[in-house]
């Protein structure tokens, strides 16, 4: 077993330390028993008598785990203790939420508690427990993560052939998750769980708890009052590398099915007609998760609910599903791929027309054998047609007649910021009001009136805007406030609509759903926000990855005459982070190459918390040659707002704003010199006014003020102008006469 494991902290109650002196090491036992998955041994002696226990359960409270009481016979949540539902019931759920007081878990063993068991998730402080039943995996997990798991605590449980809980703390710890499994031919299933994790909604027996064998549960490393947080990498690396152990990740009944569909030909290949390469290439462009989802199956951990259904009874496994329910269309004893989805949900089963309405949302060719149309790259002509049937590439031609004649003028929907027909990115760094933005333009667009109430809209057009991450209380929220700023009832404006719903770009499914979007409402504008969650399994940094994503998306909306506007983020490194944004500031590989014209936004000054004020650059240009700079004020209150809060914005030229920054910094500098000025004289008058005899200019510059030469100069110059200071002469002991300084005589006026 990997080293490096801590000891039991001392800080951890007598208990835990009796446990540790009983063995001769924790780690070494903790090996043994793993290595050889023996019985742990004779049962941890007795030591947890009712205040010991007691005091080590609230050093785990004390050190941020909320708990319930369990039963030591059945590890189930304690009936007896627990408090009582609005029927009365016996629930624990309140823990969930609110750890409970030191003074209710004292009453918990003054009424005979006996077993405490720690509540995963957000309420524990992001607590993930990872739990091994088989003492073999446990030890072949250790030497996967090696020094991963290093430091955190680990316990050993007082089950039979022994098990071990590994716990730690990370921002995401999930909910309940089956990790890995070993099979098992007692089992129904053909297996039994060997490895699950406790996270939201779970709870695990912590140290010093009865089991219901007799033994009690054994901290063995670490300390349980303090479970460290690790970063979220960390946990999922630990998760991962437990899933690797996984001895049977099917079920009987699903290797069986398996088997049954390899052993027959697939029913739509049979029908297709010889284009067999159209329904590969669909597959190979959609998920099965993406096809499922596009007609309303619905996610429910790791399995899919049909449409309609209340059980998740659709099994996902190497990019196949498999369908329990007799209920469900797709039930048929077959594993189902993309295409048969799309097959049987768009075209009622009709297998020639789904393929080819797919060969159409693909681009290809059906005469070409699955390749796009025009053949492969530098295809076309009759030799490529005579040798596979390729449809010959045709380019069309212009001359530079026609190229003058042709009418190409560009129409801007907002003057000198938004052109018709070009794909357009909103970008801008957190909480810079990105979606609050993207609604006022919506507006603005949809009753032709003006973008923050100064960009003029030439002419009123439809929008759609999907959002995914406000939530509709936000958005409707928000929508009412600038459709009011804009003298509008939100529910009077026809020309926009909104959805929820987000696509995603590589599906072709979604990007079918898509074109039916814009066509159903003749959108002429669709913004998405934000793109991120439209590239779920996209490599940001890989250029070519993310624009096929971005080109799909884009040949959707060219094709039905929508301008693209895509909400995105900037990059979160700037030397200034208040300077105004520029191209290079989007982030993400391919976002600025994409775009042909952009909206960016930034902060011009920090957010000062509670005043609902928003001080913002805003940046816009293209292609097409408009470019313009304007510093943007929202003002927006806060929840605490007399009356609620609104929708007011300011607009001013970007030269305006950085002369008036320029203004500022130039008024304050000279506030600040004034200031630095008048406590210079000060201190020389002070200086003068206590000295015995009137001191000399050179005296009082070199020896006694506090300021160097230049200010004594400015202060002194300004003392003796105004006739604060006056010559005075001294002689000196020598006999010498010498000019010193003294204050200003005060008169008396007559």
Not at 370 to 381: K, L, R
Not at 615 to 635: I, P, R, T, Y
Request: net charge neutral.
């Amino acid at each position: 077993m990997n080293g490096g494991i801590q000891a039991v902290g001392a800080n951890v109650p007598e208990l835990a330390a009796a446990a540790q002196a009983a063995r001769p090491s924790a780690e070494q036992d903790a090996g043994q028993a793993a290595g050889n998955g023996a019985a742990v041994g004779p049962p941890m002696p007795d030591v947890a008598v009712a205040s010991d226990l007691e005091a080590l359960t609230l050093s785990y409270r004390a050190g941020g785990v909320s708990l319930v009481p369990c039963s030591a016979k059945t590890k189930q949540p304690d009936p007896e203790l627990l408090p009582r539902d609005e029927d009365g019931k016996a629930t624990w759920k309140p823990y969930q939420t609110e750890p409970a007081t030191e003074q209710t878990i004292r009453g918990w063993f003054a009424r005979g508690c006996k077993s405490a068991a720690g509540i995963g998730g957000k309420v524990s402080g992001g607590l993930l427990v990872i739990d091994f039943d088989e003492a073999r995996f446990y030890s072949a997990w250790r030497e996967l993560v090696g020094s991963l798991a290093h430091a955190l605590p680990v316990q050993r449980t007082g089950r039979a052939g022994g098990g071990f809980q590994v716990w730690l703390r990370c921002p995401e710890p999930g909910r309940n998750d089956k990790l890995a499994w070993l099979p098992d031919e007692t089992e129904e299933s053909g297996r039994r769980i060997a490895i699950e994790t406790r996270g939201e909604g779970g709870y695990a027996v912590m140290p010093g708890s009865l089991h219901p064998s007799g033994r009690r549960y054994e901290a063995l490393a670490g300390d349980f009052a303090n479970i460290p947080t690790v970063p979220q990498a960390q946990a999922d690396a630990l998760l991962a590398a437990a899933r690797k152990l996984d001895e049977a990740p099917l079920t009987r009944q699903q290797m069986e099915a398996r088997e049954k569909a390899a052993r027959t030909c697939n029913k739509h290949r049979a029908a297709s007609d010889g284009e067999t390469s159209v329904i590969d290439t669909y597959n190979a462009s959609m998920t099965i998760d993406a096809a499922l989802e596009a007609y309303g199956y619905t996610k429910r951990g790791p399995r899919y609910v049909r449409p309609g259904g209340k059980t998740a009874s659709v099994v996902v496994d190497g990019g196949r599903s498999f369908h329990h329910s007799a209920n469900d269309v797709l039930s048929d004893g077959y594993w189902h791929r993309p295409f048969d989805v799309f097959c049987q949900f768009a075209h009622g089963g009709d297998c020639r027309a789904a393929v080819k309405a797919a060969a159409e949302l693909l681009g290809l060719d059906r005469r070409s054998n699955g390749e796009p149309a025009g053949g492969p790259t530098g295809g076309g002509g009759e030799g490529d047609r005579r040798q596979g049937g390729w449809k010959p590439v045709e380019f069309r031609r212009i001359t530079c007649a026609e190229l003058d004649a042709a009418d190409y003028a560009l129409e801007y929907l907002i003057d000198g910021a938004l052109v018709a027909g070009q794909p357009c990115i909103l970008a801008g760094g957190k909480k810079t009001l990105k979606t609050s933005l993207l609604i006022d333009l919506g507006i603005s667009l949809a009753v032709g009136g003006c973008f923050l109430g100064r960009l003029k809209v030439n002419r009123a057009c439809r929008v759609g805007i999907m959002t995914g991450e406000s939530g509709l209380a936000t958005l409707q929220e928000t929508s009412r406030r600038i459709a009011a700023a804009a003298g509008f009832r939100l529910a009077d404006i026809g020309g926009l609509v909104f959805s929820e719903d987000l696509p995603q770009f590589g599906s072709v499914a979604h990007q079918e759903a898509l074109r039916r979007f814009i066509t159903d409402d003749e959108l002429e504008v669709l913004a998405v926000d934000p793109a991120y969650m439209c590239l779920p399994d996209v490599d940001a940094a890989n250029l070519f990855q993310v624009g096929e994503r971005l080109r799909g998306v884009s040949r959707v909306c060219q094709d039905t005459g929508a301008l693209l506007l895509l909400a995105h983020h900037t990059k979160k490194t700037k030397t200034d982070p208040f300077s105004a944004p520029e191209l290079e500031d989007i982030a993400w590989a391919g976002f600025q190459e994409f775009c042909r014209q952009w909206l960016l936004v930034g902060r011009r000054e920090p957010y000062q918390p509670g005043t609902g004020v928003h001080s913002l650059w805003l940046s816009a240009g293209g292609s097409a040659g408009h470019s313009g700079l304007w510093a943007v004020d929202v003002a927006e209150g806060t929840r605490e707002t007399p009356g609620g809060r609104f929708w007011q914005v300011n607009v001013m030229r970007g030269d305006e704003a950085r002369q008036q920054v320029a203004d500022r910094k130039q008024q304050a500098q000279r506030e600040k010199a004034a200031e630095t000025l008048e406590a210079d004289r000060r201190e020389i008058v002070g200086i003068v006014a206590k000295a015995k005899t009137p001191p000399t200019k050179t005296a009082l510059r070199d020896h006694q003020v506090s300021f160097g030469h230049g200010r004594f100069e400015r202060a002194f110059a300004s003392l003796t102008n105004d006739g604060t200071l006056q010559l005075a002469d001294v002689t000196k002991g020598n006999n010498r006469d010498y000019h010193g300084w003294k204050l200003r005589e005060a008169t008396e006026e007559t």
